[in-house]
C-alpha cells in the first residue's frame, strides 16, 4: 500500500528557490499526487512565532491559515497548475519564498465562432497564458481527408501572426463553398499541448441582400395600397375638407393672433 502510494508520488524536489527567511531558509517542492500537484514550502529553522501561513499564485491569495507549523503546502489540479507561487510564512517577516510552476498550455479563445460575408477578411485568435511559453503554434483547417495546415501566407489568403502569448489567424477574401468550416489553433510548450477550435461561417452576398430586397418589396407593395385606397377616396375627401375646413381656421387664427400679442408684450 504505502509502496503504491509512493509510486504515485513522483518527486520533484526544487530545492531552496528565492527563498528568504529571518530564521534561516525556505526549503521549496513540487510533487505530482494522482492527478493534483502539491507545493510545499518548509522552514529548516524554528523562528519565535509563527502566526499562519499565506499561497499567492500569479498574484491573488488562495490559501491562507492561521497554523504553526514549520511546513506548509498547496495543491493544485494538474491542468490548472501553471503559474508563479508564493508561500509566506506570518507574520510577513518571518519568510517567503517563489515556486514558478510550469504546465501544459490551455489554450483560450475569445471567440468560438466567426460569421461573415464573402470577399470580407476574418481574424481568428488564440491565447496561451500558462507558463511556459508557447514556442509553436500551428493552425490547421478540418477537412474530410484529415488535417490540412494552414502556413503564413499560404494561397495569398491565409496570415499567421504568432508570440509567446498569443497567434492570430487572418483569412482575407472569403468564399462561401471553400471556407467555412472547423479551424483549429495548436499551442506546444515544453510541458505538452493544447488546441482550440473555431466555426466560420461565411454567407454569400446575395444571402445578405433578401432580407433587405424583402423590405424594398413590402414598401413597394404598402405604398401601391395606399395609393389605390387614396385614389379611390379622393372625391369624397375633397368634400370632407371644405365642410371642416373653415370653422378649424378661424379658431386657429384667433390664437395665432393672441400668441402675438403675448409675445410683444412679453417683448417690450
Ligand atoms: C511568472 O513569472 C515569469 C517571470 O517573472 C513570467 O515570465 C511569467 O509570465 C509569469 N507567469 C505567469 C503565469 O504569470
Ligand atoms: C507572413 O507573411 C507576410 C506576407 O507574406 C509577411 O509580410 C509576414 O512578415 C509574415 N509573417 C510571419 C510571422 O512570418
Ligand atoms: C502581429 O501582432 C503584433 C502583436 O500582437 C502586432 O503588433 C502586429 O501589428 C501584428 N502584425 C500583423 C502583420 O498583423
Ligand atoms: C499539437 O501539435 C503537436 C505538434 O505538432 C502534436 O504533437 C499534438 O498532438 C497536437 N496537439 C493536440 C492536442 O492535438
Known amino acids: 500500500m504505502a509502496a503504491a502510494v509512493l509510486l504515485a508520488l513522483a518527486f520533484t524536489l526544487l530545492g531552496i528557490q528565492n527563498a528568504s527567511a529571518a530564521a534561516g531558509s525556505i526549503l521549496t517542492s513540487v510533487e505530482e499526487v494522482d492527478s493534483k500537484t502539491r507545493l510545499t514550502c518548509t522552514l529548516n529553522q524554528r523562528p519565535t512565532e509563527i502566526a499562519g501561513h499565506r499561497w499567492i499564485k500569479d498574484g491573488k491569495v488562495v490559501k491562507e491559515d492561521t497554523l504553526a507549523e514549520l511546513s ?18 506570518l507574520p510577513e517577516s518571518v519568510g517567503k519564498a517563489d515556486i514558478t510552476v510550469s504546465g501544459r498550455p490551455r489554450i483560450k479563445v ?67 463553398g471553400s471556407d467555412r468550416g472547423t479551424y483549429v489553433c495548436n499551442g506546444t510548450n ?66 395665432d393672433s393672441k400668441d402675438k400679442n403675448v409675445r410683444q408684450r412679453t417683448a417690450t
Open 72 to 89: 506548509t503546502q498547496y495543491e493544485v489540479d494538474m491542468k490548472d497548475r501553471s503559474g508563479n507561487y508564493s508561500c509566506i510564512f
Open 110 to 176: 475569445v471567440k468560438k465562432s466567426a460569421h461573415a460575408d464573402e470577399g470580407e477578411t476574418i481574424t481568428l485568435a488564440c491565447k496561451s497564458e500558462s507558463y511556459a511559453p508557447i514556442i509553436e503554434w500551428t493552425w490547421y483547417k478540418k477537412v474530410d481527408s484529415g488535417n490540412q495546415l494552414i502556413t503564413n501566407g499560404s494561397q495569398n489568403k491565409y496570415f499567421v501572426n504568432s508570440s509567446e502569448t498569443q497567434s492570430e489567424l487572418t483569412i482575407k477574401n472569403l468564399e462561401v
Open 190 to 255: 515544453s510541458e505538452g499541448s493544447d488546441e482550440a477550435t473555431f466555426t466560420v461561417r461565411v454567407h454569400s452576398r446575395l444571402a445578405a441582400l433578401w432580407p433587405f430586397l424583402g423590405i424594398v418589396a413590402e414598401v413597394l407593395v404598402l405604398l401601391t395600397i395606399i395609393f389605390m385606397c387614396e385614389k379611390r377616396q379622393k372625391p369624397s375627401e375633397e368634400l370632407d375638407d371644405d365642410e371642416l375646413g373653415s370653422a378649424p381656421l378661424k379658431s386657429s387664427g384667433q390664437v
